[in-house]
């Protein structure tokens, strides 16, 4: 019997029962469209967090001293970097590396006569262009600059929470490397709004040589940080800065935290796609098997023709097939549709929910990536899925028997 033949049987098989068939149909697209979004979704979430991390945060590269321990935040001479302007020199005459800068981090304590918070201080150079993205996200007042005195910049959510503009005085207190308190007065010259909440109330600035001067560390940094023309080149340049007593860490190092629980969550996704998959298998293997018991004079009819049971597999297999490619082919469009659309308005998760996640950019909106080869996968794999469950109900019309398919009621 021609192929083509059991592709019209199959077809019009499926049509006698038009509500089962688009029931199962929209099973199909919409299981399909679910594990597409949420494809997208956690492939946007890592895909922007890195991003926007290595941007604002971390860079690709940063040389700190091998003792340094970020969670500390340590001022103690041995944790920091003697000669962190040599460095940033060093590295930038590499050619994969675009700018490097140093930086000197502090924990304190920012005040006002009304209420005091715990932050963390950026010493930075302002001049640097590795602080452009902090530049542009400027919303009120002006940039820092390098001869300004007593000047501080923070976060636009952290001034609303203390009910501060720029213009105002605050009291920055901070423990020098011998552990006593220092303290100084500061003016606000400037809010940014970097979109990202746990990093906007965490985190003041002050330029470099005031950062060094109130912590009593000399011209030393923690760290210098570096960016880079691209990603990939993050290897060559690892290799290229290796300097005695000094650490190199690579975006996969600074980022560990994050990607560990990103790598957690694409087990509980995959755990939801399995999921998905065996609801729609179980609508597809009860689609097929209805329509077995349906049809079973007929399949004792074809049988009692001469078509063999192999030939009586292959036609419920291409039921199944049809019924997963249309699937499938929907699924695949309302799914990239939908990544697409959430790809550029995002999800609006809120200030709270950004601000619980401290030191990762993980802004108010959460954004989806359109990723074809994802789509792709998961449209073969719900093919997949759909023959091998779709084999039990072919198996079962093909091993009966004429006689007894035709005393069927």
Not at 250 to 265: F, I, K, N, S
Request: aromatic residues 8%.
């Amino acid at each position: 019997m021609a192929f083509k033949t059991f592709w019209i049987m199959g077809y019009r098989d499926l049509v006698r029962n038009r509500r089962r068939t688009i029931l199962t149909l929209v099973a199909i697209t919409l299981g399909l469209t679910l594990s597409i979004f949420m494809s997208g979704l956690i492939g946007g979430v890592m895909e922007s967090s890195l991003r926007d991390s290595i941007r604002l945060t971390t860079g690709h590269i940063q040389l700190r001293a091998e003792s340094y321990e970020e969670i500390k935040v340590s001022l103690l001479r041995r944790d920091l970097l003697d000669e962190p302007d040599a460095l940033a020199v060093q590295a930038e005459m590499l050619p994969e590396v675009q700018v490097a800068s140093p930086i000197l981090w502090a924990s304190g304590v920012l005040g006002t006569i009304r209420e005091s918070t715990a932050i963390r201080i950026n010493g930075i150079d302002p001049a640097s262009s590795l602080h452009d993205p902090l530049r542009e996200s400027l919303a009120a007042g002006e940039f820092l600059t390098n001869d300004g005195r007593r000047e501080i910049m923070i976060g636009q959510l952290l001034a609303r929470e203390m009910d501060l503009e720029v213009g105002d005085r605050v009291f920055l207190a901070v423990g020098n490397p011998d552990g006593a308190p220092e303290e100084g007065v500061f003016t606000i010259v400037g809010l940014v709004n970097s979109g990202f909440p746990g990093l906007d109330n965490t985190n003041v600035f002050l330029n470099l040589s005031q950062a060094q001067n109130i912590t009593h560390v000399g011209n030393r940094a923690s760290t210098v940080r570096i960016l880079l023309h691209q990603l990939d080149d993050t290897a060559a340049a690892t290799s290229a800065l290796e300097i005695p007593g000094v650490a190199v860490l690579g975006w996969q190092e600074l980022h560990e935290v994050l990607l560990t629980a990103l790598e957690t969550g694409q087990i509980f996704y995959d755990f939801l796609y399995a999921i998905i998959f065996l609801v729609v298998a179980v609508i597809i293997a009860n689609t097929l098997l209805m329509s077995v018991f349906e049809r079973t004079r007929e399949m004792g009819i074809l049988a009692a023709l001469g078509m063999k049971g192999r030939q009586i597999m292959t036609m419920f297999l291409l039921e199944a097939a049809i019924l997963g490619l249309i699937g499938s082919v929907f699924g695949a469009i309302l799914g990239s549709i939908l990544v697409y659309y959430f790809s550029i308005t995002g999800i609006y998760i809120g200030e709270g929910s950004a601000s619980a996640v401290e030191g990762m950019a993980i802004g108010t909106s959460m954004f989806t990536a359109l990723n074809p080869a994802d789509i792709l996968s998961l449209s073969l794999w719900m093919m997949i899925v759909i023959l091998l469950v779709s084999l039990y109900p072919a198996w079962y019309a093909a091993r009966m028997e004429p006689v007894e398919a035709l005393h069927a009621l």
